[in-house]
């Protein structure tokens, strides 16, 4: 066997005892279903800076150019599909008897793909939330007709997304911190592991014992806190470490 390929055994052993998986996703495992990933060559920070669009003061200032971008996003997504990455994380949802997936992605391809317990810490595209009253709701409409506004107060409603400088849900936080002590492996998939708090999930876990699985393209500051990283596409390597299981969909 090669280095590559014991790797890969290990990984592909590990996942299989394991009893509770905890995953992390990033924009990374949805880029091959054609969404733009943040910060790699075509990221959407190489053409818009994150402070002009994902901040509470970008809206404040322009909500106009704020939902113009979250417009453009919305139809992009709205014409993706899962991939092979989204639908392996399906089976190994089905073959576990605790799991967990947490996402950064704000696309929803995971619960489309049929993933169940999934915690979206970003939040959702497809959702909307006012900016006064905080009511939050469904909204698909791609494009939107103008901006938005709260059915309740009237008030200018926002994406229903988490921006930087803006805190997480409390209740998903503590669900997370608390899946990350009690899980066997922790497996972190197509994230840059640059943005806090998701990106101190690999270190937490494994301080708490968990063997901790790094899939992504490149090193990672992750991957110094993984006791083993494989490299590549996720639509490529997470069918290949997870056995596929009759009812999931191979896409
Ligand atoms: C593939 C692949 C393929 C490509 N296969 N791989 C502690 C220290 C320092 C700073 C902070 C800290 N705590 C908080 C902060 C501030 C801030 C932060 O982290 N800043 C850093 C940039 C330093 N964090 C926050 O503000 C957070 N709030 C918070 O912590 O509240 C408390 C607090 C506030 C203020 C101060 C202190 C505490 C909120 C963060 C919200 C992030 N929001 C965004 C936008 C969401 C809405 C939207 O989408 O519109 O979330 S930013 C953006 O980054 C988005 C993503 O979810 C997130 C992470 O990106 P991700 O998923 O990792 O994507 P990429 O593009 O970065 O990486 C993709 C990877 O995939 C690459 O590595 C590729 O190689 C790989 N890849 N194709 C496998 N096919
Ligand atoms: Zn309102």
Request: charged residues 20%; contains cysteine; hydrophobic residues 40%.
């Amino acid at each position: 066997m090669g280095i590559e390929e014991r790797l890969f055994h290990k990984a592909k052993t590990v996942l299989d005892q394991a009893d509770n998986v905890v995953v992390l996703t990033g924009a990374g495992i949805s880029a091959e279903s054609g969404v733009p990933t943040f910060r790699g060559e075509d990221g959407l920070w190489r053409s818009y800076k994150a402070e002009e669009l994902a901040t509470p003061e970008a809206f404040r200032r322009n909500p106009e150019l704020v939902w113009e971008w979250y417009n453009w996003r919305r139809r992009l997504i709205s014409e993706t599909e899962p991939n092979a990455g989204h639908l392996s994380l399906v089976a190994l949802e089905r073959s576990k008897r605790h799991f967990a997936l947490v996402t950064q992605n704000v696309d929803g391809l995971h619960r489309k793909a049929g993933s169940l317990r999934v915690f979206e810490i970003h939040g959702n595209i497809w959702t909307v939330r006012c900016s006064r009253c905080d009511i939050e709701m469904e909204n698909n409409d791609v494009p939107l007709s103008g901006l938005p506004l709260c059915p309740a107060c009237n008030a200018l409603q926002r994406p229903g997304v988490v921006w930087f400088g803006e805190t997480l849900p409390p209740y998903l936080i503590s669900a997370v911190f608390k899946a990350l002590e009690c899980c066997d492996v922790f497996m972190t998939v197509g994230t840059s592991g640059m943005v806090y708090p998701a990106a101190s999930f690999a270190a937490e876990a494994r301080r708490s014992g968990a063997f901790v699985l790094e899939v992504n393209l490149e090193p990672t500051p992750n991957s110094r806190h993984a006791d083993l990283s494989l490299f590549g596409k996720a639509g490529e390597i997470l069918p290949k470490l997870i056995p596929n299981i009759s009812g999931v969909p191979t896409g």
